[in-house]
Structure formats: structure tokens, C-alpha cells
């Protein structure tokens, strides 16, 4: 079992920068690619960022392409979402995900965290 608590975020005004963290616990998150999800009210969850296991390739989303940045410290058994430039369409409810295979996979995803909240103000 892997346990996953994100931490970092807030209330921002837009053009800001928040960076969510993500500790894992229970196992090395080393054997894991990690994912960033988001929900806003009223919508379904969406894929944001993820990273292989080794830290080399990472993945966005296009409306967050060269604003988001997925990082991993795997000795200290976190993940991070540097988020810059924010806009209001960016407030959501984000998670932190663990995928024991193939990160651009959403149903391999198998392990969550509870989330923290983003909300950007205009």
C-alpha cells in the first residue's frame, strides 16, 4: 500500500505561483510513475502532469504546457507541481497519484491522495 498526502495549496490571485508537494508513505514511490489530477466543481477529474519513475520524462496537458512543471525527489519520497502564471481556470481540487506501469495510462493509476484545493482568484 502507498499513502499519499498533498500539501501547498491556497488562495492565489491570478498570475501567481503555488507549488503542491506530495509525500508518499507505505513504499518507495520509486517503483511508481506519479501523476497530478484536478477537479473543479461540477466537472470530472482531469489529467494535469506526470513523470516516469526515473524522473526523465514528463507529461502535460496543454493548457498547462509551459506554465506547470512535475518534478520527483525519489530519496525523499516526493513529487511536486510547480504551478506558475496561474489563471482562474486553474482552481480545482488537485491530487496526487501513483501508477505502477505506464503513467499516461488514467485507469493504471492505483493509488491516490486526498487532494488539496487551488482556488485563483481574477
Known amino acids: 500500500q502507498v499513502q499519499l498526502v498533498e500539501s501547498g495549496g491556497g488562495l492565489v490571485q491570478a498570475g501567481g505561483s503555488l507549488t503542491l508537494s506530495c509525500v508518499g508513505s507505505?513504499?518507495?514511490?520509486?517503483?511508481?510513475?506519479m501523476g497530478w489530477f484536478r477537479q473543479a466543481p461540477g466537472k470530472e477529474r482531469e489529467f494535469v502532469a506526470a513523470?516516469?519513475?526515473?524522473?526523465?520524462?514528463?507529461y502535460y496537458t496543454n493548457s498547462v504546457k509551459g506554465r506547470f512543471t512535475i518534478s520527483r525527489n525519489n530519496a525523499e519520497n516526493t513529487v511536486y507541481l510547480q504551478m506558475n502564471i496561474l489563471k482562474p481556470e486553474d482552481t480545482a481540487v488537485y491530487y496526487c497519484?501513483?501508477?505502477?506501469?505506464?503513467?499516461?495510462?488514467?485507469?493504471?493509476?492505483?493509488?491516490w491522495g486526498q487532494g488539496t484545493q487551488v482556488t485563483v482568484s481574477s
Open positions: 507505505g513504499r518507495t514511490l520509486r517503483n511508481y510513475a
Open positions: 497519484a501513483a501508477n505502477g506501469g505506464d503513467p499516461t495510462s488514467f485507469y493504471g493509476y492505483e493509488y
Open positions: 513523470i516516469k519513475w526515473t524522473g526523465d520524462t514528463t
